[in-house]
């Protein structure tokens, strides 16, 4: 991908949705374009619709109205296999990165299932070596794949849920209020790695916050869905 080219882009998306006969709109107009290795700031209060708009740029959602292009492709106009071979290149981690991960699993067991699922390999060393190098990207100390989800403290966990996506190697993620429920020394290390991930693996990153100042810090422009 050229340094000119998108890794995504949004023209004049609008959602809205009814509740009680009423229609009510989330926002309007909106456009976003990210650029390989940017990180970009989306800014607003609780129940804005930042969340729900990093949705509709991954493809979880649709908008009312808009287009929404990965990587110079509208999403909407292409066939369900093309769109389910770009799908892993479009990632996201969450608030609660906990509940994203099968309780049940080791963190190991978790991660090599999605390797299984996304790629051709299927050589068990491979995929451990694969694993294994994520977790080192992360800071991550090897021992802590045999551990469950309910075994990690929040920072650990999100450092998982930022190895998977580096798993999959992907051109665009959203990070939703990724530091939100970590202490403040936590949340400026999951702050400075993922400014440097974007950076190193040329990501475009959609970081949501209601943290202006924390916004400013990491990303090259924030954008506002205040109303």
């Known amino acids: ?24 709109t989330l926002f309007s107009s909106f456009s976003i374009k990210v650029k390989p290795g940017e990180i970009i700031g989306l800014y607003g209060p609780s129940g804005c619709g930042k969340t729900t708009l990093g949705d509709i740029l991954l493809g979880l959602q649709f908008p009312n ?13 292409l ?11 479009f990632q996201k981690i969450y ?28 050589t068990k060393e491979i995929i451990h070596q694969k694993i294994v190098t994520a977790i080192n990207d992360v800071d991550l100390e090897r021992q802590l794949l045999k551990r469950y989800p309910r075994q990690l403290s929040g920072g650990e966990i999100q450092r998982f849920a930022l190895s998977r996506v580096l798993l ?11 530091t939100s429920r970590l202490d403040l020394s936590v949340q400026a290390r999951i702050v ?24 400013k810090i990491a990303c090259k ?4 869905l205040a109303r």
């Open 221 to 224: 422009n924030v954008l506002s």
């Open 95 to 122: 608030q609660d990165p906990s509940t994203s991960f099968p309780p049940h699993q080791t963190m190991e067991a978790a991660l090599t299932d999605v390797v299984k699922h996304n790629t051709l390999t299927t």
């Open 1 to 24: 991908m050229s340094d000119d080219a998108y890794c995504i882009e949004a023209e004049n998306i609008t959602k809205s949705f009814f509740s009680r006969g009423y229609e009510n």
């Open 79 to 89: 066939s369900r296999n093309s769109r389910m071979a770009l799908r892993p290149y």
């Open 168 to 178: 999959l190697k992907p051109l665009f993620f959203v990070a939703d209020e990724p």
């Open 65 to 77: 109205k808009g287009k929404i292009f990965w990587n110079g492709n509208d999403i909407q106009k």
């Open 192 to 215: 400075r790695l993922i400014m440097h991930l974007a950076k190193e693996r040329r990501m475009g990153v959609l970081f949501i916050s209601h943290d202006l100042e924390l916004l």
